[in-house]
């Protein structure tokens, strides 16, 4: 019975001691992990994979190269982009993952003249690229609000070739516009219409840039509004009453 008694204490202990084994190795491991060395991550912006891989290994960490992305400043093959910013604090064993630059985007300068202001900015954006500058100026031949002349021209590439300074890669994707403001607006006498005809009347108004407007189907001007030398501005309406209506 005595026999039979120590076996049934026995086994408990058995289990009790494993348990307390069990205990102590994950006390242990996560001592040993917690003193893993925490190490600052290093700026790997702008350099190859060389120069990258080799500050990364002086810090107890690895590369991982994630992909590519244009950028216009970066040169292609470098890193643009990482994961982890520089200056942080990890720990040693770390992948810092890295993004490679593909260099600018090829752009194509639209053709804008003769657009309206409104149209020529929803090319702009579609294309990328930003108006930066729009310059106004009467003119008697462009509309009012029509693209006159733009800079740079659709001819001149923008992206790809030999690397540039980055302040003329941002210029360049820049447009300056020069848009029509319509033409001035002239103060004068208005003419006195009565009596000419119908085509002098729009000869004459033609000169003066005056919009005319006719009542009637006679020949000649019996009388109009405003009247004779009445204040009148360039692109004005002026209603004639023709003879007979």
Known sequence: MQEGLRKLITIPLYVLGFVLMGLLSGYLAFKILSFSKTVEVPDLRGKTLVEANGLLIRQGLYLKVEGEEYDPIIVPGRIVRQDVPPGNKVKEQRG??????????VWAIPELTGQTLEEAESVVSKSGLRVEKIIRLHSNSVEKDKVIAQRPHPDEPL????PQKPQDIMAHRGLSLIVSSGPYETVYF???FTGKTKDDASGLAEKLRLILEFAGSGERVRAQ??????LVKSGETIHLQLEGG
């Open 159 to 162: 992206g790809g070739g030999p």
């Open 225 to 230: 509004k405003p009247k004779p030398n009445a």
């Open 96 to 105: 810092i993952k890295v993004f490679l630059s593909k260099g600018p985007k």
């Open 190 to 192: 208005c003419p006195d």
